[in-house]
């Protein structure tokens, strides 16, 4: 569904004891509806805040007058400011994307540079259960790759999901020496917003520029959630004991799935080359 809407960023900026404190909102000019979830990245340091789920954005003081901030959402075009820049304009509009997740549609025929990668066999009586409250926060999937690609497209299946809203990111992986996932390659601005209701999701990752030329993991990360549950991803019908991890927040380390979690979580991964 393609959209005219716009969105207004509105910062208001003030100086207590000579450190800036910056909180904003995030709404619709259509109707002045928030916009939840809106990521706001200082660039120079890596770091991520999020607006909460009224669109309301608040961040530390100790960000500096030249510091560059990235305003990233899934349904609006990124645009980048210095915090010096957001003082003297406090308005800041966001263009939306071109399409939204829903909109997605894969042809059956794929053409010749077209391949698939990922789950060959989905099975919707296995599942794996991610859960959040318990703080089992990413789990990743070796995917096995043997030319130079460029990722297209991410889809997986949801059997259930009891949160009302859940926040995650897409990480893409290299594979270290113990076979497990090393350093991120991709995944600091891809996140994306899950709904209650949503059972299939497709994510569109042509203009990301995730260029792979190796054997990698992907990985989906629970940043933040709204209400208790769990949230069942469909899986596949295959049964290994490498290639699938997961961590926590209280334990970094990766884990790898064995007995009934053993079946991989079954993500498939559209690429041309």
């Known amino acids: 569904m393609k959209t005219n809407l716009f969105t207004y960023t509105i910062l208001i900026i003030s100086i207590f004891s000579n450190s800036v404190l910056s909180q904003g909102l995030t709404v619709k000019s259509e109707n002045g ?26 961040l530390p003081q100790n960000i500096r ?9 899934i349904s609006y075009q990124n645009v980048v400011y210095t915090l010096g820049y957001l ?10 994307r071109l399409s939204q997740l829903d909109d997605v549609n894969i042809s059956s025929a794929k053409k010749e540079n077209e391949i698939a990668l990922g789950a060959t066999s ?31 497209e991410v889809e997986f299946k949801i059997d259930e999901n009891q ?5 995650f990111k897409l990480n893409f992986y290299n594979v270290n020496k113990n076979n497990l996932p090393g350093d991120k390659i991709y995944g600091d601005n891809l996140y994306y917003e899950l709904k209650r209701k ?14 792979l030329d190796e054997d990698f993991f992907i990985s ?7 209400g208790e549950g769990e949230l069942i991803l469909n899986g596949e019908w295959k049964y290994y004991t490498k290639g699938h991890f997961f961590r926590t927040q209280k334990i970094n380390d990766w884990k790898v799935n064995t007995g009934n979690n053993a079946f991989p979580w079954a993500v498939e991964i559209q690429a041309k080359f």
Not at 198 to 211: M, P
């Open 33 to 58: 509806e928030p916009i939840p979830f809106t990521n706001v990245i200082i660039l120079k340091d890596s770091l991520v805040y999020f607006a909460n789920e009224k669109g309301e954005i608040k």
């Open 65 to 73: 007058i030249q510091d560059s901030i990235l305003f990233n959402h």
């Open 87 to 96: 003082k003297s304009t406090p308005n800041i509009v966001l263009k939306p």
């Open 122 to 152: 989905n099975h919707r009586r296995i599942d794996f259960i991610l859960n959040p409250n318990k703080n089992l926060t990413e789990l990743a999937r070796f995917i096995k790759n043997d030319r130079s690609i460029e990722i297209q």
């Open 163 to 167: 949160y009302d809203i859940i926040v």
């Open 198 to 211: 949503d059972r299939k999701v497709k994510i569109k990752l042509e203009n990301e520029n995730i260029i």
């Open 220 to 226: 989906i990360e629970i940043v933040d959630i709204k």
